[in-house]
């Protein structure tokens, strides 16, 4: 994964989603949490985050986040 990709799936949330500002700006902090993470796998980087003082509502988002950028990227024209 890299910047450029997360950089096109925020535009894509917010022009084609029409996501808010708030759910965009919480998707980029979850999506460059992970890539600057030491994790080289988002199981093992949800586990973490399982095992972290997080609240539930924002472990689900992550993961939310997570599910949907990589269903992103299984679409041809997206990668």
Do not use: G, W
Not at 6 to 12: A, F, G, R, V
Not at 18 to 34: C, E, G, P, V, W
């Amino acid at each position: 994964m890299d910047y450029k990709l997360i950089s096109t799936y925020l535009d894509y949330c917010k022009t084609h989603k029409r996501l808010s500002s708030h759910t965009i700006r919480a998707y980029k902090n979850d999506l460059m949490q992970f890539y600057n993470s030491d994790y080289d796998n988002v199981e093992s980087y949800i586990e973490h985050l399982t095992q972290s003082n997080i609240k539930t509502n924002t472990l689900r988002r992550k993961i939310a986040c997570m599910k949907v950028f990589y269903n992103y990227l299984k679409i041809p024209e997206h990668n």
